[in-house]
């Protein structure tokens, strides 16, 4: 666990790794702070296509690519970054695949 606090005193902070569905901007936006602070590591990522998947692994210089939300590995967290309509079907996938 990363014992550390924010500014406003919130923590600790519990995700050691952290996999990512729908890595476009407002995700990869977090990812690339979180990646230059260290904390929590990236795991997997997983977009639309094998192709946006592998750009922002390269991007990210972070994580790596998953085919698939069922054989995405388990992690402490998960950032569901695709559009507000996929979310529901997402979060039901994820918790179909036992994740």
């Not at 979180?34 to 750009?55: D, F, M, Y």
Request: charged letters at 20%; a negative charge; one cysteine or more.
């Amino acid at each position: 666990m990363i014992e550390q606090l924010d500014d406003n005193g919130c923590g600790p902070l519990a995700v050691e790794r952290l996999n990512i569905i729908g890595c476009g901007q407002a995700a990869s936006s977090l990812a690339k702070l979180w990646v230059e602070l260290g904390l929590p590591a990236i795991g997997q990522l997983l977009n639309r296509t094998p192709q946006s998947t592998a750009a922002a692994v390269r991007e990210l210089r972070s994580g790596e690519p998953a085919a698939s939300i069922g054989q995405m590995e388990p992690a402490d967290g998960w950032l569901i970054g695709t559009p507000d309509k996929q979310i529901a079907g997402v979060a039901e996938e994820l918790a179909a695949a036992g994740r």
